[in-house]
């Protein structure tokens, strides 16, 4: 089984969820291309894409949203998507944003799933950091490497059993 795992974020915390998947999928057989989506001409090889964003102000970034406009143009195989952040206060609800709920649409994506993902303010740009100081938003590091693991392995499971889901 052939799958694509193409991330786009700007600190590394997407991409690292993205090799954590991939790893997953080659520890069970799978055949993993992890490439970043500006990479990505043609998907007709694969036999499943999961495609993953970071969020930053409620937005997918443009390279992920390109990639996905590309992808909509065509026949795909199953879909699966997945966005990092967005980071925020314990009391604020996660929403899927506009960007992932329109590539779900477009791309009839099987699952879309959010998570948590790394803040670490010294790598910020200036313009980035008042943001951050301004969204209620926490530093540190929330990535979830058992729920990152055990979605890769429902993945793998919906393909194995040819079935959507997930």
């Known amino acids: 089984m052939k799958i694509l795992v193409s991330t786009a974020g700007r600190h590394g915390a997407t991409d690292s969820l993205g090799r954590e998947l991939a790893r997953v999928f080659e ?15 043609c ?24 990639l996905v ?36 649409s477009v791309l009839h994506a099987t699952a879309h799933r959010t998570f948590p993902g790394k803040l670490d303010p010294e790598r910020l740009s200036a313009g980035e950091r008042q943001i951050f ?19 890769a392995r429902e993945i793998l499971a919906c393909l194995t059993a040819g079935t959507p889901g997930s």
């Open 43 to 66: 998907v007709d090889d694969y036999d499943a894409l999961v495609i993953g964003s970071a969020v930053y102000s409620d937005r997918w970034v443009p390279a992920a949203k390109a």
């Open 69 to 104: 406009d590309r992808v909509s143009r065509s026949e795909h195989p199953p879909v699966w998507l997945f966005s990092c952040g967005p980071l925020h206060s314990s009391d604020r609800p996660v929403n899927v944003t506009s960007d992932a709920a329109h590539a779900a």
């Open 133 to 151: 100081e301004n969204s209620g938003a926490v530093a540190g590091d929330f990535r979830d490497w058992v729920l990152v693991c055990n979605w």
């Open 27 to 41: 520890h069970s057989g799978g055949d993993v291309d992890l490439r970043a989506p500006a990479s990505v001409a």
